[in-house]
């Protein structure tokens, strides 16, 4: 019996990697204790894995006014409104690990008008939503509401260009059937024990 | 500490309820080790409430050619579209219990075309969308595809009626807030050991 | 010259129907006239025939600050919503038997921020809309607007549920391609004398 | 007591009106019992009264393929369409008046597909309807549609044409807040005896 | 080498045509030094080319609060909302040339809140597209809006009738497949010496 | 007087900037007479600049088997349906001068069916708008139809990817206000003498 195909596209052998690519693959392997389908499938495009993992890390690893888990929260609620099965399960996962709460990654992604967050997070994820959704429209008053729930400028390009980028990944994974591992649908789903 | 309310109204307390729903309550509660807070939440209304669930039962426990585990495909697909946290979280639930598959749910709920099912079932669960969201454009051709897939036409009143059903359920629960209960979200996370 | 089919299912004959349903049948066309489609279509299964009269009395007969007029209002602005025929006719014809006004069913269906009616009652039919097409976005604003309307928390819960109950019906009727009763048209169309 | 408002804007008296807009107006009074109010609130600008009954007249009286009630089918759908009260109501009497069917109107304006109409007057009405809500979709594959039903272009450029015009019409109605007589609801309820 | 169509219709000679069409058509050309294609594809229909030019002149030739740049910008933006090639090449040109500013049609049409225009303006367009996508919603406060900007009650109707004008224009010219004449790209890119 | 701001946020000096992000710019300046105000806005952050334009050249550079202007085409229309205003005119000037047409990019970006362009070429526009606004929806068909148009599976790679990193610099030149430089908006208009 064969397992459920990761990508429409092939899949490289580690061997065949270009050394950086594997170097990569296998410090997240050592940490997660498997490899994130999404390294294997965009590892078909050598130079485009670069750019999106450099992207990547310069959003999400970044100092800044947002915590990991308010980041992963925007990456949750983007996914859940472009219909990515592969960022909602593996950003769910990750934002269960980060916010140590079972709960929080369904609940921001199936509706995060009903999730246990504060109305400063209400306010950032309605601000993602409008990037991912009608950017268009963004003008001076939404701004102006999210510094009044106390986030400057600099966090508000973070809210943005995460919603952003992670609208380009959405497409992709949804161009080509990226499959989430099996692990991230369960990972964290336990509470921590205090 | 108080815990989140579990709707927008009260909450009557069990000794207050009259006997058929209190004993509904109760043997729900012997099976699942819990009391659903839709049906702590419905019971401020009994008369509705005893007419949700006799729908309820009629729809879910009826013989026919839709499994129980198909049927509660047809729920959480249709509260995904719905943005229903509650159906989506309960429901879930209840379709990993019955589809022995720790996945199956998550996967239906944020985008069936990228699900673990037969090309039977992407057809079920696209005429249960197109009820949940168009049903003024249904036709015979819809009629004409369900059955060259083998569905007869109770089967399709069947399917049509729980995405029905459904979209009124998941309003309701958006209207009130209604919570999930904790429980949902982990339960039947982990595969069955055969 | 045979008649249109009121249903894409067949209808029972009324000597085949359980006891209970035939008289309630009777009693509608014993108060109507005649009886309409909705009676002889969803008898093709008696529990869900049972179910959804009991839950639609439950609405619509029960006391509180809603008029019968207004509950039918809510009705037929939905199925505006819902381009479902069959209840914009059949609905329409009761409101304007409750209203006494010839003029307020089509009104209140094609468009009702035209419609005769009091600013209170376009908050109203503005939130069963909102029930009907966007659930997932109600919050705590939405109750203040309707209490600022003098509406309590129990009418607010069944202006929703109202609405909520006609989003099945709009999609059963829909679905099975219900045909109004060509009585349902003119019915009340003539202004009481006074 | 007053009369609701038939338009936001000032109604014209008879007497000041020029000459060839009260002749229209007397002469459609002498036929239809009354003036409908689209005359009355459009004379608040004479040139653009006589340009938007010049092209009124110029689809719905011209000779062709499509029959009177036909265009006043285009008409009411896309009335329908567009939650326009007055195209709606209005219309609505003039395409029973043509068909000499009181339950038509109701049926095309709620939802064409329910309607007792032909094959090829539902493919009339998809088409008139995608001119009215994504014209820029439009393409050959249209008009080879209408063509297999036996419409030749000039057919087509009269479905597209009533159809644009009447998306003018209903927006300006919408625009000022033009209500439709009271005449209109009824006429023409009853159906003529044989 | 043929040019490519300009409309799906014949295009009558020029010798073909009615007095009152052929002088209108060299009238145009005198001015703009070619006859815009829009004149060649409705000549096909005459009465209701003069019925639309008539409308046109009425709208956009009238003395009002608004400049010619304004009406300009209303049609620029609507046909931006209408998918309409034809009218947003052939007015972007117009409004170039009566702005004299090279860069304002392309703001205008591809997003007017990004465009170099005054805070009255932008109230304009979006009461403008207001009326093209969602005229059943208008009400007092748009009204009250356009008021707060200085506008009067008759600008308020000009700003409406040109978008719903160009509602009916925009739909003609995809349904024709109405092609923009290649001088209309280019005239009046070039700033003005001043 | 000011020009206007070309980015909600401050743009750095050149003297202030990292080697190579000036270098870049130089660069870019020497070939095209200036510097596209998306590179100063985007040096607010300069690691995420690096990872933008890394993506940027990896995807529109590549070899394969579209062309340059092809890309382009991907760009502008991907940009009028995000209303971005920036793409939209700074890709429509490149788009100009690769398929040396000075009517091709305005068709495109207003709408693509009227565009000059191929069978071949529409496809592909469909599909990378799919990706834009409906990616979620993709699946097996697609990838037939494109490769019944000739496309390999890396070009549909390449079409999917243009699209979907597009929508991500869409949502980040409206998120931010870029404002395209005036030069974009007349380069290339007038046709290359053969």
């Not at 130079?47 to 800044?64: P, T």
């Not at 983007?78 to 140590?100: E, S």
Request: charged content about 25%; some cysteine.
């Amino acid at each position: 019996m064969t397992s459920p195909a990761i990508s429409r596209y092939p899949i490289p052998k580690l061997d065949d990697l270009a050394d950086d690519i594997r170097a990569r693959m296998l410090e997240v392997q050592e940490k997660a204790g498997f490899i994130p389908n999404v390294f294997l499938a965009l590892a078909h495009r050598p130079d485009e894995f670069r750019a999106f993992f450099a992207y990547h890390d310069a959003l999400m690893l970044r100092d800044g006014g947002l915590t990991k888990a308010e980041r992963e929260m925007i990456v949750v609620a983007v996914a859940g409104a472009n219909d990515c099965l592969y960022c909602f399960i593996a950003h769910g996962a990750i934002l269960r690990v980060y916010a140590k709460n079972p709960l929080i990654a369904d609940q921001v992604g199936v509706n995060y008008r009903k999730a246990d967050i504060t109305p400063r997070q209400r306010a950032m994820l309605a601000f993602a939503l409008k990037v991912a959704e009608r950017s268009g429209e963004i003008d001076e008053e939404d701004y102006a509401t999210l510094r009044s729930h106390g986030f400057d400028d600099e966090d508000i390009w973070d809210i943005g260009n995460i919603s952003a980028f992670f609208c380009l990944s959405n497409r992709m994974a949804n161009m080509i059937g990226l499959r989430p591992n099996d692990e991230f649908f369960l990972l964290s789903r336990v509470p921590r024990q205090k």
